[in-house]
């Protein structure tokens, strides 16, 4: 069967920032479903939702206490299956995240799990050392009556679920279960429930957290291997077109495992190659260490690491990945670059062989807000603030006071006005996702020949015997090209003279050979 992700335009929505439907400065189920028509417009064809699972929201809803409920924060289950049903009847897919690695320590199994004398059901789902002084790395101590000590993932308030172990330290076979333990099934078979649950709610795929650290002391990997390759094989029993995607960075293990789709993100190096590595672009200096982005106008970046990266792929493996522009976890893209930069970032990710993911307010350059700090999310908070659609209060957020998160402070930048400047941001991401549907050659598996890998960047794409050529200048310096491309189907600060491209500023051209 064709997966359908491999031709996905995927666009990240962070719910609580979307759109306020009922004016309770929170954004919600229904204020998503009002705003379809604008994903339409924009034209891309599957969205992936943030967590709405109900939750505590100490850390962005990544702290779930619910894995069947919704948050009433977003609205009611039935507004959750109305906004399935709409973005499905828009022609559009949806994936929802699945949050197994942990839960928050508010979860009624974790409750159980750590009473004095624990529910017998619940006991081992999460990692308890089988007395409080037993040393084990990243556990909590002392904060419960049972005598143990619990291993968490990330924050102190989310315990890891129990998945069993790789490796198994001599000495503490009692709690280090190996992962393939007859004991550790009946949690297996909840996450397997979860998924059916949510499949059955109509949703086409799930987007999984923490992909690779399910299994504890899984140096090899081949405890999450054998993890997934179970878990997503029971998927695609109950609807064999679902698709799942990874956090993990690693698309070439991610297919080992049964992943459709891996997205490329900070715990990428060659990723951060690409756009983060000048300061102020990435969450810490040390993913910064590259010292220069080869998108940046000063041109002093690399393309070589990325390139390799993805040749190997395509080379030695079935997997597929995805370029995001941001994420929720990572500084706005826009920060500390020109809008033509970013429409050169753009241009890369719809023509290159790579499945192109959109974080929301991307494609008008919402910048960072540095000044925001809620739900656990500290810097991260500032790539949450609310979509900005308009000129009006909270740029047409909300209809309240007080917003949840407030937005950017720039005036200018709103759907509504970069609407009727063609050369907009927004309008040119949005011609240029026409052109990605509208040519085979920009599917996933087109074929992509590299002219030139250094200043500017030359590729070209095929499909059915015919080529489209690419170049894109990402700096302010100007590159003269021998090239005599037929018809421009693209272009941006281009001059043409005979058989020569002048790509000025920022330029790039995408052409019919
Ligand atoms: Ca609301």
């Given at each position: ?9 995927i ?18 189920f229904?204020?998503i ?12 064809n599957t ?7 109900k939750?505590?929201?100490?850390d962005g809803?990544y ?12 609205g ?7 906004m399935?049903?709409?973005?499905h ?7 929802v995240?699945l ?13 159980k ?10 006991k ?54 190996h992962?393939t ?9 909840e ?16 987007r ?35 698709c799942?995607l990874?956090?993990w960075?690693?698309?070439i293990k ?6 459709d ?10 990723y951060?190659?690409?756009f ?18 080869y998108?940046a ?13 993805v ?7 079935q ?17 500390k670059?020109?809008v033509?930069v ?11 062989k790579c499945?192109?993911q ?19 999310g500290?810097?991260?908070t ?17 209809k ?7 937005t ?16 907009s941001?927004?309008?040119?991401v ?7 549907k509208?040519y085979p ?11 030139n ?17 690419i170049a894109i ?8 090209i021998?090239?005599n491309?037929?018809t ?10 005979e ?15």
């Open positions: 069967m064709k997966k359908w992700i491999k031709d996905a335009i666009y990240e929505i962070y719910p609580i920032s979307f759109y306020d439907s009922n004016g309770d400065g929170l954004g919600d229904n204020g479903t009002q705003k379809i028509p604008y994903l339409v417009d924009l034209g891309v969205v992936w939702i943030n967590p709405f699972y939750s505590p929201f100490k809803g702290d779930v206490t619910d894995y069947y409920a919704v948050d009433k924060r977003f009611s289950m039935q507004d959750c299956e109305n399935l049903q709409a973005f009847k828009a022609g559009i897919r949806v994936i995240d949050v197994v690695g942990h839960t928050s320590d508010e979860h009624m199994w974790f409750k799990s750590k009473q004095a004398k624990p529910d017998p059901k619940y081992d789902w999460y990692v308890w050392t089988d007395c409080c002084f037993t040393p084990a790395d990243r556990s909590m101590k002392g904060m419960s009556k049972r005598n143990g000590n619990y291993i968490v993932n990330y924050y102190a308030f989310q315990p890891a679920l129990n998945y069993g172990f790789n490796e198994i330290k001599k000495g503490e076979e009692s709690w280090q279960w992962y333990d007859e004991r550790l099934k009946p949690l297996r078979d996450i397997i429930n979860i998924i059916r649950f949510w499949l059955e709610k109509g949703v086409d795929g799930f999984v957290d923490l992909a690779n650290s399910l299994v504890k002391a899984d140096k090899d990997g081949e405890g999450v291997k054998w993890f997934w390759n179970i878990v997503i094989g029971e998927a695609k029993k109950i609807n064999p077109d679902c799942f990874a956090e960075g690693n698309p991610a297919a080992e495992c049964g992943f789709l891996d997205y490329l993100c900070h715990a990428t190096q060659p951060n190659e690409l983060r590595s000048d300061k102020g672009t990435n969450l810490t200096p040390w993913l910064e260490r590259a010292g220069h982005s998108f106008k000063e041109g002093e970046g690399s393309f070589e690491n990325f390139l390799a990266y040749t190997e792929i395509f080379e030695t493996s997997g597929a990945y995805s370029i995001p522009t941001g994420f929720h976890d990572i500084i706005r893209i826009a920060e670059k020109d033509g970013l429409k050169c970032i753009f241009a890369f990710i719809l023509t290159f499945v192109p959109i974080y929301y307010g991307d494609e008008i350059g919402i910048k960072h807000n540095y000044r925001v700090n809620k739900d656990g500290y810097v991260r500032g790539a949450r603030t609310p979509m900005q659609w308009d000129n009006s209060a909270h740029r047409g957020f909300t309240a006071k007080r917003a949840y998160l407030p950017e402070t720039a005036k200018k930048r709103s759907v509504e006005n970069q609407k009727e400047d063609e050369h941001l927004c309008n040119t949005k011609s240029l996702i026409k052109l990605h509208e050659q920009f599917s996933y598996e087109a074929d992509l020949t590299m002219i890998s250094g200043y500017p960047l030359e590729f070209m794409r095929k499909a059915n015997g015919e080529e489209i050529y200048n990402p700096t302010e310096k100007e590159w003269e021998k090239q491309p037929q421009v189907l693209a272009q941006e600060n281009v001059e043409r003279k058989k020569t491209i002048k790509l000025k500023k920022y330029g790039f051209i995408v052409a019919k050979m």
